[in-house]
């Protein structure tokens, strides 16, 4: 078995975006948190507040001999409108635009190759900011798999 891999990204609402990736084959774990930010170790109300500079975001533990990290951002790109500069939908804020936090070199190519590609697909410019991964502060244990826990949502893991 090879060495698991981790993908960063930010897409809105973190809850519905854990699910699909979470039922992504060769995807082995996904936890929602909070990324991109100033601040030691924020909160939900502190992230939705928008002072703390994070956004929304999954942490995706994937077998890169499964699933490749060109294939998880490709993905990433039909779970939202990349489109939308600090919204998705109703969602209004910082905390929920739309990035893809790197965690080496080979991500931030394949990420920006697969942006240039993805943005035939939409009429307008993609705002997707694509970053370097900073810390990943886990959300509160109530957010994690919220949708499953909460009966509206499927989950193979």
């Known amino acids: 078995m090879s060495a698991s891999e981790t993908a960063t990204f930010a897409a809105g609402c973190f809850w519905g975006v854990e699910v699909d990736f979470r039922n992504t084959p060769g995807v082995t774990d996904v936890r929602v948190g909070y990324t991109g930010g100033h601040a030691e170790e924020p909160t939900y109300e502190q992230v939705c507040g928008g002072a703390t500079g994070h956004a929304e975001a999954v942490e995706v533990t994937f077998d890169p001999e499964e699933v490749s990290y060109a294939e998880l951002v490709d993905r990433f790109w039909e779970l939202h409108d990349p489109t939308q500069v600090n919204r998705q939908g109703w969602d209004v804020g910082t905390q929920y635009r739309s990035a893809i936090f790197t965690h080496s070199p080979e ?46 949502a499927t989950c193979r893991i």
């Open 107 to 152: 991500q931030a190519e394949a990420a920006a190759e697969s942006k240039a590609r993805a943005q035939a697909r939409f009429p307008r410019p993609i705002a997707t900011e694509i970053a370097e991964a900073t810390t990943f502060w886990p959300a509160e244990e109530y957010h994690q798999q919220y949708l499953v826990k909460n009966g509206r």
